[in-house]
């Protein structure tokens, strides 16, 4: 019927033509001297086609002679506003816009070049599945990243998941693929069909989906991020004018599969909304400032807790909505608690509907396996020097600020990010360009990253999990250094639990392990973090670490802790500990909440939210926490006694903390103190409340005159056994 040859119709219809866009829809073309226009379009399995003039409804037929799925007809004039009514093999017709008739595009010749520099901050408002109305007309713009791809198209319920109904433009040939198809809705699911260049087809979710089906279903949902209200004003204004280094930050990390269930419902997740009104409250009862998320980034296996994501910028299904997890996070800020999520950047798992071979190329991964794969893991690395690739991930973190309001981002495996022979053996690893074994192009992403989320977020937290001795983690870039503002104190970690499984009597042969710390505190904003590392993998949970009877158990986790919020570093504690539950972490289950019948582990709640409202009301506890003045030693010595003693200040005032490690109890112990007057006793772990032995100091003591540790005055306590006090001078 046209000039179009049989080749053209044969590439349509097989899903192979370079530029659908230059044949579907409204072409004109000249035949014998006179103007026509051809409509064209491909409706796979389609009976009838016709053409409908939107003014008055006159329908005009388009003929399938070159193929059974290509229909086409011809005007002798400009072809009118008009709909497609498609009639299908069963009779039905439903009426359709043309997709190929909408050639405005959300990207402009600027968002590509940003995007190719690496440099497109808000990439996640381009990219992806979009909402919005064009020329009048409701649907969706969808747009995908994948240059090497001979062909791409969007494919969902609404074309019965058939690649020739609606294949993409390689726009400018970018690499960007996108069209606007009219009609889809909000809650349709769809994926990408991306051929490569010998012509196998990989079915992929969107890696800038903002919805993903609930496990084990893998495609994309589209979603309206932009219907949500939010309450949270007031503690956005003031986050942005805090500093965190000089706020008490207590963290309670969590896993929200199991922290509780609907055991009713055969033990199905809480929502994010039933989260919002259980977990808040119970976090706002126990005193903590921040609640950090194990990685709700979507994922598809449960057993790797959230740490391989397939969807970047979607909020697990598994809880509910991507609004649900807003009116979350808006509700925690009403209550006065921070969001952190735990983020993974250092690598992606293998899933077929994944980023592995996105276009049959490596293309968010690097080639060679020497560098790109993490074996012990089963999961690939991201190509940190491609400029595309660095852009999703910086956009894939500001996303996450902007869009659900977060306060910081606990940065996953930073290690492995920073040495290309982490974790790999002798011969299966190179060097980089100056020959040495550093990351070089995955340690100016993280410069990059943390400057912008501090230029655009200020007042966030950025918290990098590194258990190497990199210097200057949390040192600004400008510096020298990764600019994170916190970094994890692995070494204190490790060294606090070796020491607590040890037995009290061989304690006083381990007494470096509970003051080397002390030796690089200023080195680092350290947090002290008892993770959820620390409790799986046949490593018990933190109480079943304890040596001796239930009450010496319970008398070395309080010690532990209190020890833990004494000395210097933001403080970070995994659901469970604070129970004492005697079970191994498991996400496949419910904390042993029932452990709270007794009376023990109901004094050890208690101790735990005492602590918390201490740790909050007194500056000296956090606010020089990175300051050498901000501690001191008193004695650090008596390792025949496996007791330490030392000061916390902030300003003009200090405190006193002191710790006994073993179960003797010391009647009458003198400490040096710096001034003289009466050293009221705030918290006692062996106080009958929290099932201790209830010795102590009867609410505090005066000082003597008497010169101890090199100070001039003293105090003559009662230290009870596996225990901590902290006291401090009232005025």
Request: charge should be negative; hydrophobic fraction near 40%.
């Amino acid at each position: 019927m046209t000039a179009l040859s049989a080749e053209q119709v044969e590439l349509l219809v097989h899903n192979q033509h370079p530029d659908p866009f230059g044949v579907l829809g409204s072409h004109l073309y000249e035949n014998a001297g006179r103007k026509h226009w051809a409509v064209r379009t491909v409706q796979p399995q389609a009976r009838e086609v016709f053409l409908v003039n939107l003014a008055h409804g006159t329908e005009y037929p388009l003929q399938n002679d070159h193929s059974p799925d290509f229909f086409e007809t011809v005007l002798d004039r400009p072809p009118f506003s008009y709909q497609f009514r498609v009639v299908d093999e069963g009779g039905e017709s439903r009426l359709l816009h043309d997709p190929y008739a909408f050639r405005d595009h959300l990207l402009t010749g600027f968002d590509l070049y940003l995007f190719g520099e690496g440099n497109h901050h808000y990439l996640y408002e381009k990219l992806g599945a979009h909402p919005l109305t064009l020329a009048g007309v409701a649907g969706v713009y969808f747009a995908v990243w994948a240059p090497n791809a001979r062909n791409v198209s969007v494919i969902g319920d609404f074309d019965h998941w058939d690649g020739r109904a609606h294949q993409m433009l390689n726009l400018d040939h970018s690499g960007v693929w996108t069209l606007f198809i009219p009609g889809v809705q909000v809650g349709e699911v769809y994926k990408y069909e991306v051929k490569d260049q010998a012509g196998h087809i990989y079915e992929k979710a969107d890696p800038f989906g903002f919805h993903q089906e609930l496990r084990p279903r893998t495609a994309s949902v589209v979603a309206d991020l932009s219907t949500y209200t939010w309450g949270d004003r007031t503690w956005l204004n003031q986050r942005q004018h805090q500093q965190p280094h000089e706020r008490p930050v207590a963290v309670y990390e969590v896993h929200l599969g199991s922290w509780r269930v609907v055991v009713e419902e055969e033990n199905r997740f809480f929502t994010y909304r039933e989260l919002a009104k259980h977990l808040i409250p119970y976090v706002q009862d126990m005193g903590f400032t921040h609640i950090e998320l194990m990685p709700i980034t979507e994922y598809p296996f449960d057993g790797s807790w959230g740490y391989q994501v397939t969807g970047y910028f979607a909020p697990t299904a598994r809880y509910g909505s991507p609004t649900d997890f807003m009116y979350f996070v808006d509700q925690c800020h009403q209550a006065g608690i921070g969001v952190i999520l735990d983020w993974v950047p250092a690598h992606f798992p293998k899933d077929a509907h994944g980023l592995r071979q996105f276009d049959g190329t490596a293309l968010y991964e690097y080639d060679d396996p020497r560098i790109g794969e993490h074996l012990t893991w089963g999961t690939l690395v991201f190509n940190y020097g491609r400029h595309e690739v660095r852009n999703f991930l910086l956009a894939s973190a500001l996303f996450w600020f902007d869009k659900y309001h977060i306060d910081g981002i606990r940065v996953d495996a930073v290690a492995a990010m920073l040495y290309r022979d982490y974790d790999r053996p002798d011969g299966s690893w190179f060097t980089n360009k100056q020959g040495g074994r550093e990351h070089l192009e995955a340690i100016d992403f993280l410069r990059q990253l943390n400057t912008l989320l501090f230029k655009y977020h200020p007042g966030i937290l950025m918290i990098a999990e590194e258990s190497t001795a990199w210097p200057s983690v949390s040192a600004p870039v400008d510096k020298g250094g990764l600019g994170f503002n916190l970094k994890w104190n692995m070494g204190w970690m490790h060294d606090t639990l070796a020491y607590f499984s040890t037995e009290p009597g061989l304690r006083t042969y381990n007494h470096n392990l509970m003051t080397f710390s002390i030796t690089y505190i200023t080195a680092e904003n350290y947090v002290l973090a008892l993770s959820h590392d620390e409790v799986v993998h046949l490593k018990g949970s933190l109480i079943n670490k304890m040596p001796g009877d239930l009450w010496q158990k319970m008398a070395n986790v309080r010690t532990l802790l209190g020890y833990m919020y004494g000395h210097p570093g933001k403080k970070s504690l995994f659901m469970g500990m604070e129970l004492g539950q005697w079970r191994e972490w498991d996400y496949q289950s419910s904390l042993d909440w029932h452990v709270l019948e007794q009376p023990a582990h109901r004094a050890l709640q208690h101790y735990v939210a005492d602590l918390n409202e201490l740790y909050r009301q007194e500056p000296c506890l956090w606010r020089d926490d990175y300051h050498p003045d901000g501690f001191s030693w008193i004695d650090c010595h008596d390792i025949a006694n496996s007791v330490v003693a030392f000061i916390r200040r902030s300003g003009t005032e200090h405190m006193v903390i002191v710790c006994n490690f073993t179960p003797q109890f010391h009647p009458h112990y003198r400490i040096g103190v710096p001034e003289s007057g009466f050293y009221q006793e705030l918290l006692n772990s062996d106080a009958g409340d929290y099932w201790g032995s209830g010795k102590g100091n009867m609410g505090g003591r005066q000082t003597d005159a008497i010169a101890c540790h090199q100070l001039p005055h003293s105090l003559n306590l009662v230290i009870p056994p596996l225990a901590v006090l902290i006291l401090k001078r009232r005025v």
